[in-house]
């Protein structure tokens, strides 16, 4: 999917974004607590939504767009005041959720659901009674026309820099692993799938080798020193641990001049999150919205030099939103790109590097724009 405007209120804590525009590639800038982070959030609480949760207070409205078709989703959700956030879903099985007060749904600039407190239109005919607390898309996404939505809300990825432990990830062995091979044999079928990226690098390592090449020597164009990668599992010496334990696939580096193998556990977290991004740009679904909390995060500055490079030169149909304050990251994407994030009480909008009147070489716009009192300050009541 590729969002092209986006309205979003969280009535229960009156707090709400104006309407903003993305691009294919948009990097929110501002001081710190304007809101960069909670427009991400955002984002992915109508990931949640599409999904079946239940959003206390949440108003929005998105258009986007795929390569065939545009739509509109629009919606709100009742304020219940005060409500807590769930741990599991089991916690709110005694509580009365919020319930979704209109929704509408627009494909093509056909009205494909109409929705109000009391009943649903799809595509024009009144549905059977439907539980309120949930949206149309999550309860209706078998249909055709909106497992088509379905589809593109999971094609929103937060980056996580985190590292799955041998546990999470060793549900794909004993047995599964090979199921799994024969299962995503073509790069579309690994792209495609909704194997965690992990399982993808590993599937590209064994399935699609020219792909893994590519990330391979993309990797070792920012870590010089290192000669070769490969995913395999690694085997435990501990005989008491569970089989699941014992064996685990991971991330392995041979350095020149070092005879054994490095898993990732052993490796720098700027190594290990350098090689997630660009296998993301690799193996992700055509379409994938990438969202990227505070860009420079564990990345040392060979690794934001590359990684910045490869997301602002990448060929594919991918959108990124992203945030950073880092300086190299900010001016080597271009301004046309910038989102200046403000925000007054409750009240967040972006400015276009347009309207800010910033100057047309990279090293003017950069400079004016640290030196902009809605960047050094970015609050006001």
């Known amino acids: 999917m590729n969002i092209q ?10 707090w709400q974004l104006k309407p903003i525009t993305f691009k294919p590639l948009t990097l929110l800038v501002g001081a710190s607590g304007v809101g960069k982070t909670r ?24 258009k986007f767009s795929t390569r065939l078709s545009h739509y509109e989703w629009q919606g709100c959700f009742e304020n219940k005041g ?23 749904l627009v494909i093509n600039e056909q009205v494909i659901i109409e929705r109000n407190a009391n009943d649903i239109l799809f595509n024009g005919v009144k549905t059977v009674k439907l539980p309120q607390t949930k949206s149309v898309i999550s309860l209706l996404k078998e249909e055709e026309q909106i497992k088509a939505v379905f589809d593109e809300f999971q094609k929103i990825i937060e980056e996580d820099n985190s590292r799955d432990n041998a546990e999470t990830f060793a549900v794909t062995l004993n047995g599964e692993l090979e199921v799994r091979l024969k299962k995503y044999p073509t790069l579309d079928s690994i792209r495609n799938s909704f194997e965690s990226l992990k399982v993808k690098l590993y599937l590209s390592y064994k399935n699609e080798k020219e792909v893994f090449e590519k990330i391979k020597n993309a990797f070792l164009d920012i870590f010089p020193y290192v000669k070769n990668i490969k995913m395999e599992p690694v085997e435990f010496n501990d005989k008491s641990l569970p089989p699941r334990f014992r064996e ?17 556990r052993k490796i720098s977290s700027g190594m290990y999150r350098a090689l997630m991004l660009i296998s993301e740009l690799y193996l992700c679904a055509d379409g994938t919205l990438i969202l990227i909390d505070e860009f420079e995060n564990s990345l040392g500055i060979n690794c934001i030099e590359e990684v910045t490079r490869s997301i602002v030169s990448h060929q594919r149909h991918l959108q990124f939103i992203i945030t950073s304050h880092h300086p190299y990251i900010i001016n080597n994407i271009n301004f046309a790109n910038w989102k200046l994030i403000t925000r007054k009480a409750g009240v967040v909008k972006g400015s276009d590097a347009v309207t800010l009147n ?3 070489s990279k090293h003017q716009a950069f400079t004016q724009l640290i030196n902009l009192d809605e960047y050094v300050e970015g609050v006001s009541e």
Request: net charge negative.
């Open 5 to 14: 405007s986006f309205v979003y209120k969280d009535n229960a804590i009156e």
């Open 39 to 62: 427009i991400l959030q955002a984002i992915l609480n109508l990931k949640k939504i599409v999904k079946g949760a239940s959003l206390n207070g949440i108003e929005w409205n998105i």
């Open 82 to 104: 005060f409500f807590p956030e769930p741990a599991d879903d089991s916690f709110f099985d005694n509580i009365n959720l919020p319930k979704i007060e209109n929704e509408k």
């Open 248 to 264: 685990a696939l991971f991330f392995q580096i041979k350095e020149k001049g070092v005879n054994y193998w490095i898993d990732e």
């Open 358 to 360: 910033l100057g047309k």
